[in-house]
Structure formats: structure tokens, C-alpha cells
């Protein structure tokens, strides 16, 4: 073995031939396989875990509806509310309206979702603080590390609301400003209401119907107390919190009804075990949806591109298999000589095979290596590359809007993924390796010396 290995060191070591060269190529294929495998991988799985974050740091871990409105709330919340490891219950009546802000940009009308809830207390309240948007201190101007809440996470008060930063920024809004929300629920109503005014006979049941048709329109007025940033794009531009009676007003439900609750537990993860737990007391007509139920699209979507690219870019290091048994077969024939010399002098095939072996192995290796360096290195600069990228060629990398998540080009690396790729690659170059390995180790010494 030791023979073998020394062998195939000498025939490795870099000299100004040919096959020197290819060695080199074959090394750079092996290292850009593993190097683009493990970015790649690398970011998906950031992507996922930032997701999911996101989502858990911010959604609900689990949600009770009735498949329309849930009618008596109170019944299954303080049910809720006793199991343990359960940190907070709420609530909720969640839908779109139509928001209207006027500022000195102009007015603007958009169609966001709004979130009733009660308000929330103590960790939840704290919870929900740690999200809010942070803005520059005026105190410390020139200092970017120097940074205030934009306000807080207050909807104790009818008319208060929490909206996040995406929308907020779209409209030019800030704590202290108002907004106006119209009920789509009055939609129906109002129509009906101009019908019953065009066939009014007379011009007072005109005036009264139009008057009529002015309450229903009048819309909710909400002061803005607070900006969040959930990390999740999807959320910060959609997303109103209200107090959960100013939501049933706009909504006309009573004060016992509502779209759903809302439950958050100790161990986001374990939502599978409280949802057995809570449909062992809850009424039949509930129905219990865990956080990866109600996003099962993004993590599936995100979990079938991540397959794709491990089976794309493994070709990469077929290409890189296939250089080297091209070096190997070249080497092969140009040692033909050397090689039949060796088994004259008595070595055995398998020894004069494993010189072939040891050289895909040494390749792999180094290539292996490399490529996870050369990883670790992108991996680390990667939010100043994409910024490069984007500045000098206008190409947006990461974008927020698409991707629905903010902080830069996110990644994280598993001690599994590392392994998978490393293993891959270096297994691509042992089979590689065996095909020269058997052309070697069939050669005849005296057809191999003939031409000596």
C-alpha cells in the first residue's frame, strides 16, 4: 500500500507536461463542484431557516377556526388558555379593508389586511416589541449602530393600530398619523341602498337613503402607534394591527364573534402534539391548523427547489469524475512502459492498481478541500459580493419583494449538507479512478515493454 501511494504521489507531483495540466483542471472541476454545491445549498437552507423564523416569530403556532365565523369565542379560549405550555391566546378577526392616507405625498388608497386581536400582555407584549422597525437616533445622527423603536406595539386603545414598515414606507406614514379604513363588509349594503335611492319617488326618501348611504361609508379612523418589521416581506407590506372590537365594528360582528383564535406555545415545533391535545376538549366543529400547515406551500416550494439543485449541480462534479478519468487513462498510456517495469519487477496487479486509486483519491481530496474553502470564503463575503454584484451591474441578487424575506442574502451551512457534498464528490472520484485503475492492472509487462 505504501508502494502504491508513493507511486502515485510521484506521478501527481506537478511538473511542465500535459498531463500536469489536466491534473490541475481536474482538481479545479472536483473544487467548483463542491464549491457551488455547498453556496447553493448553503443558501436554501439560510432561506428556509429564515422562513421559518420569521413565521415563528411572528405567527401563530397553531389556529382554531370553524370553517366560518366562530360564534361563542369565549368558550374555547379559556379552555385554550389552561393547557400547559400554551403562552398565549387570542382571538381574532382578520380580512381586507380599504385603507386611505392622506400626507404631503398625496393620497393613497391601498387594500391591506387587518389583524383584531386583544392586546397582547407581558412576554407577548415584549415579544411583539422586539419586532417593531428601529429608526436612527436623533440623538446620535452621524452613529448607524444608534437606533430607537418607530414607537411601540400598542393597540389598547380602539383607535390605534400597528402596521409594518413595508407599507408604512410605501406610504409615506409615521407614528402619529392617521388613517382611514372602509368596511368591505358594508359593500353589499351600500349597493343595495343606491337601488332603493333610484327608485325613490319622492326627493326627501332621496336624501334620506343618501344619508343612510353616508353612515355606512364612514370610515374607521386609527392613529398609528407603531411600525414593526416582522423579517417577513409578505407581512410588513399587507398587515394592520387593530384592537379586536375596532376589527368586529368594521367587520359588524358581535363581540362574542370572530374569524378565529390564535395560539402560541412554549416550543413552536411541538404544535403537532398541542393540536392533539386541544382536539381532545374542543368542540367538533373546530378545526386545528399548525404554522406548517398554513405555510406548507413555501416550505414545499422551497424544499423541491433545494432537490433540484443538489441533482444540477452533482452533474458538476460528474464533469469534474470525468476529467479525471480522462487524466488517469492518459497517464496510463504514457506509463506504459514504467507500469510493465513495475510488474517485470514483481509487482502484483492490485498493487499497480491502487497507484491509479490512490491518485483519484489524492485528487478528490484536494479538490474536496478546496472547494469547501473556496465556500467557506463566498459564504462569508456573500451580502458584500451580492452588494457589489448589484451595484456595478444592476442585478438584484436577493430581492426582498420576490424572496418575502429581508436581511440580506441569508445562509446557513449543516454538518449533514458538508458531509453529503464532501462524501459525493470524493466517491465521483473513486469510481472515476477505477476504470484506468483496471486498464493498468491488465497490462502485460512484456506487450508493455516491447516498444522499450
Request: glycine share 8%.
Amino acid at each position: 500500500m505504501l508502494f502504491s501511494s508513493f507511486v502515485a504521489a510521484r506521478y501527481l507531483k506537478p511538473k511542465r507536461t500535459f498531463v500536469s495540466i489536466i491534473t490541475v483542471i481536474s482538481i479545479l472541476g472536483v473544487a467548483l463542484g463542491v464549491w457551488l454545491l455547498a453556496v447553493v445549498i448553503a443558501v436554501f437552507t439560510g432561506y428556509g431557516e429564515r422562513i421559518k423564523e420569521s413565521i415563528l416569530g411572528f405567527e401563530p403556532h397553531l389556529v382554531l377556526k370553524t370553517g366560518g365565523i366562530v360564534e361563542n369565542w369565549p368558550e374555547a379560549y379559556e379552555k385554550v388558555k389552561e393547557v400547559e405550555g400554551v403562552t398565549s391566546v387570542t382571538p381574532f378577526v382578520a380580512g381586507q379593508v380599504v385603507m386611505q392616507v392622506t400626507n404631503a405625498r398625496g393620497t393613497f388608497r391601498q387594500a391591506p389586511m387587518i389583524r383584531g386581536i386583544l392586546p397582547p400582555e407581558g412576554a407577548e407584549l415584549e415579544r411583539m416589541r422586539n419586532k417593531l422597525a428601529q429608526t436612527n437616533d436623533p440623538k446620535f445622527p452621524g452613529d448607524p449602530l444608534k437606533t430607537i423603536p418607530r414607537g411601540d406595539f400598542d393597540v389598547s386603545d380602539f383607535y390605534s393600530a400597528v402596521i409594518g414598515d413595508g407599507l408604512a414606507d410605501a406610504n409615506g406614514i409615521t407614528v402619529g398619523d392617521t388613517i382611514l379604513l372602509y368596511s368591505p363588509s358594508d359593500f353589499d349594503a351600500i349597493m343595495n341602498s343606491l337601488e332603493q335611492v333610484e327608485n325613490s319617488a319622492s326627493d326627501d326618501d332621496r336624501k334620506e337613503g343618501l344619508n343612510e348611504i353616508r353612515e355606512m361609508t364612514a370610515p374607521q379612523e386609527v392613529t398609528v402607534t407603531g411600525i414593526f418589521d416582522s423579517g417577513h416581506w409578505d407581512f410588513d407590506s399587507n398587515i394592520v394591527f387593530l384592537h379586536l372590537e375596532t376589527a368586529q365594528v368594521l367587520y359588524n360582528f358581535d363581540l362574542e364573534e370572530c374569524h378565529g383564535i390564535a395560539v402560541r406555545t412554549n416550543d413552536g415545533f411541538q404544535a403537532n402534539e398541542f393540536k392533539e391535545k386541544f382536539y381532545r376538549f374542543l368542540p367538533q366543529q373546530y378545526l386545528v391548523l399548525t404554522w406548517m400547515e398554513m405555510h406548507k406551500l413555501i416550505f414545499d416550494a422551497v424544499a423541491a427547489e433545494r432537490q433540484a439543485m443538489y441533482l444540477i449541480l452533482f452533474m458538476i462534479m460528474i464533469v469534474g469524475g470525468f476529467c479525471i478519468m480522462n487524466t488517469m487513462i492518459t497517464v496510463t498510456f504514457q506509463k506504459r512502459s514504467e507500469i510493465g517495469l513495475m510488474k517485470a519487477l514483481g509487482a502484483r496487479e492490485g498493487q499497480v492498481a491502487w497507484v491509479f486509486l490512490f491518485q483519484g483519491i489524492l485528487v478528490g481530496l484536494v479538490g474536496v478541500i478546496v472547494g469547501l474553502l473556496m465556500a467557506q470564503l463566498t459564504l462569508y463575503f456573500r451580502n458584500d459580493m451580492a452588494g457589489f454584484i448589484g451595484k456595478n451591474f444592476g442585478v438584484d441578487i436577493f430581492s426582498a419583494e420576490i424572496y418575502k424575506v429581508d436581511g440580506g442574502l441569508p445562509a446557513q451551512q449543516t454538518l449533514r449538507d458538508l458531509i453529503i457534498i464532501s462524501t459525493g464528490a470524493f466517491v465521483a472520484c473513486i469510481v472515476a479512478s477505477v476504470i484506468p485503475a483496471m486498464i493498468a492492472a491488465s497490462l502485460q509487462p512484456a506487450k508493455a515493454l516491447r516498444s522499450e
